[in-house]
């Protein structure tokens, strides 16, 4: 019986002030529960930055990981019982580049029925042909790995994140709309004063 794929990707959820919010909370954990429904092998691959890990800034290490099951520990919960029925693959993105450096991170989320693969890429095979997945944080040069694994090798985007919009969360509470969500879409991170100028100006 072939298996059955389900991708998600760029979640980006927790960071510091309003990123503890997650605005698609009640669609996450209703999807994982129809999940756990599946007739067959299925599998869910979460194909990177599924936490906003960058956007701690308080906390460091394993430390991130455990905020975050603090601050969501009813989707980790659904993560637990979906995990039970289907087979939940974990690859890490820029913004949670941290679960690819700690092997920590492996024991802790499998207790959640998670399972982490640090790598840059993973691959499955579909109808008879091999399909390549990542998250494809190397092909962009402000956000590209220099040595993958390595906890002390950030690219120039988690300087951006982690001290502009990172810190940005503890006074985000101040400003018009939910304009620190909105700027973590603006890409490529040149187009920012444009993005703040059409906001602002």
Same mark, same amino acid.
């Given at each position: 019986m072939s298996t059955e794929y389900y991708f998600i990707s760029d979640l980006h959820i927790g960071g510091d002030g309003a990123l503890r919010e997650c605005d698609f909370m009640d669609e996450l954990p209703t999807f994982l529960q129809e999940l756990e429904h599946q007739k067959g092998a299925a599998e869910l691959i979460i194909n990177g930055d599924a936490f906003g890990l960058w956007?701690?800034?308080?906390?460091? *290490?394993?430390?991130?990981?455990?905020t975050l099951i603090?601050?969501?520990?009813?989707?980790?919960?659904?993560?637990?019982?979906? @995990?039970?029925?289907?087979?939940?693959? $974990?690859?890490? @993105?820029?913004?949670?580049?941290? $679960?690819?450096?700690y092997?920590?991170?492996?024991? +802790?989320l499998k207790e959640f029925?998670?399972?982490?693969?640090?790598?840059?890429?993973?691959? +499955?095979?579909?109808a008879g042909q091999k399909i390549w997945i990542e998250h494809g944080m190397q092909h962009d040069e402000n956000n590209r790995m220099p040595d993958? @694994?390595?906890?002390?090798?950030?690219?120039f985007g988690y300087h951006i994140t982690s001290r502009i919009v990172g810190t940005a969360g503890k006074v985000?509470?101040? *400003?018009?709309?939910?304009? $620190?969500?909105?700027?973590q879409s603006v890409a490529s991170l040149k187009d920012i004063p444009s993005w703040m100028s059409s906001n602002y100006f």
């Open positions: 956007e701690f800034t308080s906390v460091e *290490g394993m430390t991130k990981l455990e603090d601050q969501q520990s009813a989707l980790f919960e659904q993560f637990k019982a979906t @995990g039970t029925q289907i087979k939940i693959t $974990l690859m890490a @993105g820029n913004h949670d580049y941290e $679960l690819a450096c092997p920590e991170f492996i024991d +802790r029925n998670i399972h982490l693969v640090p790598e840059i890429a993973i691959t +499955r095979e579909v993958f @694994g390595n906890p002390y090798a950030q690219p985000s509470d101040f *400003g018009k709309d939910n304009w $620190l969500k909105d700027i």
